[in-house]
């Protein structure tokens, strides 16, 4: 349930995380307070996250295509050359499935195939708004992902 509040942030104020709608053809509105603070003149990168210790819970990714997903995927490529054959492989999959977009005068993006599958993004979803670019969820997975983490934090207290 996104209304819900959790560690004194309601999770659906702006700045944070914001309900989105996956339309059938793949575009989704995009938040304007992320807009309106990121530079998109160059249009978006959309990819599935990485790197991501919980495969099952992915997003996709948004970034502005500027230098700093340049830097985003430097990093990704360190990782290339340092880890297992699984992630090698995993990795090609992420590189195949990225894809440059134009963002619409509604501020619409249209998320195509491999990150829209693998993040299974329709209907409703999560933009969480970070530093230097959004992240796509699947509602659920999110919901799965708070309880979770809240579950981890709850742990911790005495």
Known sequence: MLSRHRHGVGMTEPGFTHKCVMEVSGRVILPASWIARVDITA??????????????????????NTDEYEKHLEAVDSLYYSRSARTRELLRVVYGAISYEAVDNDGGVLVKGTARDIARLEGEIVCVELVDHLELWNASRWEERMDMFDRSITDLLP
């Open 43 to 64: 249009g978006v990168v959309v990819m599935p996250h990485l790197p991501s210790p919980l495969p099952e819970y992915m997003p996709a990714d948004v970034w502005p």
